[in-house]
């Protein structure tokens, strides 16, 4: 089993930065790939972005490509997610997932782990 613990999130407003974290524990994470996904209110959970279990390869949704940036840490088991150049339609509740297959992809019933959210609401 692996358990994530989101932080970082909270309130910003247009065109500022947030940088969200994920510490993970239990099974050895550095293994797993990894990503954010993040629903609004009433909306399903939507993909952000994937980072592979070495770091070498992320995948962007084009909605945050160019503005949001996806990094690891395996010796500290942590994934983050830096967002600059926010907009109000980012906002959102941000969840860190990790999962079991290599390339799981941005469909979330391909990842096995997840947080439990952290809010992040960006006002115009």
């Known amino acids: 089993q692996v358990q994530l613990v989101e932080s970082g999130g909270g309130l910003v407003q247009a065109g500022g930065s947030l940088r969200l974290s994920c510490t993970a524990s239990?099974?050895?994470?550095?293994?797993?790939?990894a990503g954010w996904f993040r629903q609004a209110p009433g909306k399903e959970r939507d993909f952000v972005a994937s980072i592979s279990w070495r770091g070498s390869s992320t995948y962007y949704a084009d909605s945050v490509k160019g503005r949001f940036t996806i990094s690891r840490d395996n010796f500290k088991n942590t994934v983050s997610l830096q967002m600059d150049s926010l907009k109000p339609e980012d906002t959102a509740v941000y969840y860190c997932?990790?999962?079991?297959?290599?390339?799981?992809?941005?469909?979330?019933?391909?990842?096995?782990?997840w947080g439990q959210g952290t809010q992040v609401t960006v006002s115009s």
């Open positions: 997932a990790a999962a079991l297959q290599r390339r799981p992809g941005s469909n979330s019933n391909e990842y096995d782990f």
């Open positions: 239990g099974r050895t994470f550095s293994s797993l790939d």
